[in-house]
């Protein structure tokens, strides 16, 4: 991802990080199928394992797991969602961070999670952010990944009121798994959901778990 896309994207959510708290933080309450594969992943997850969830946000997704016994650091390109995430979950860690150039050691965590963290950027640029997903993971370890599915790309001007400069982007499974794949990933599970009526933006939704061998 260029540094201007990057800056784009970063002062966008630093706009609308307090909003996006606001609407998002407790939306996990209103969605039980993710709340069960949370569960799920999280029962995979091994004793004392480092799990980091990418793309962070408020914190809620690493919230819940936190609340299943996981230890888990939020990473996040936004200074401000950051902010709100320590806000809204104090003595959890979050910091920011660039899913193109991860400020981990190599083979460092057991699992990522990662909700709709690559809805802004480019298919072009998703090797990178796989394959940095696939250095840190040690082997054995697991990925969560949740997109919007569909072929589509979505420039709107303004988010709740708030100016932004970013694209939405909906992404094939099929795509997907052929990226992760070619960044060394073995898919576990596919699996795909219809949206939550009233309670989230009205897309397909899908999920892939995925290991590192």
């Given at each position: 991802?260029?540094?201007?896309?990057?800056?784009?994207?970063?002062?966008?959510y630093d706009r609308v990080a307090e909003e996006?708290?606001?609407?998002?933080?407790?939306?996990?309450?209103?969605?039980?199928?993710?709340?069960?594969?949370?569960?799920?992943?999280?029962?995979?997850?091994?004793?004392?394992?480092?799990?980091?969830d990418m793309g962070c946000g408020p914190g809620h997704v690493a919230r819940y797991l936190h609340d299943a016994g996981v230890s888990i650091l939020g990473l996040d390109l936004s200074a401000a969602m950051v902010n709100q995430a320590r806000k809204l979950n104090p003595g959890m860690l979050f910091r920011e961070g660039n899913m193109m150039a991860l400020d981990l050691p190599n083979g460092t965590l057991s699992a990522i999670t990662?909700?709709?963290?690559?809805?802004?950027?480019?298919?072009?640029?998703?090797?990178?952010?796989?394959?940095?997903?696939?250095?840190?993971?040690?082997?054995?370890?697991?990925?969560?990944?949740?997109?919007?599915?569909?072929?589509?790309?979505?420039?709107?001007?303004?988010?709740?009121?708030?100016?932004?400069?970013?694209?939405?982007?909906?992404?094939?499974?099929?795509?997907?798994?052929?990226?992760?794949r070619e960044a060394g990933f073995v898919v576990e599970e596919i699996l795909e959901r219809d949206p939550y009526p009233d309670f989230e933006y009205p897309s397909h939704r899908a999920y892939i778990l995925a290991l590192r061998p």
């Open positions: 991802m260029p540094d201007q896309s990057s800056n784009s994207i970063r002062d966008s996006y708290a606001r609407r998002i933080f407790d939306e996990l309450q209103h969605k039980p199928f993710d709340r069960q594969l949370l569960d799920r992943f999280a029962a995979r997850i091994p004793k004392n394992g480092q799990v980091c990662a909700f709709y963290a690559i809805v802004n950027i480019a298919k072009t640029s998703l090797p990178l952010v796989f394959s940095e997903m696939a250095r840190v993971l040690h082997p054995g370890g697991l990925l969560l990944l949740a997109f919007h599915t569909g072929n589509d790309i979505i420039r709107e001007k303004e988010l709740w009121g708030f100016p932004i400069a970013m694209d939405f982007l909906l992404f094939q499974p099929s795509e997907i798994v052929a990226l992760l």
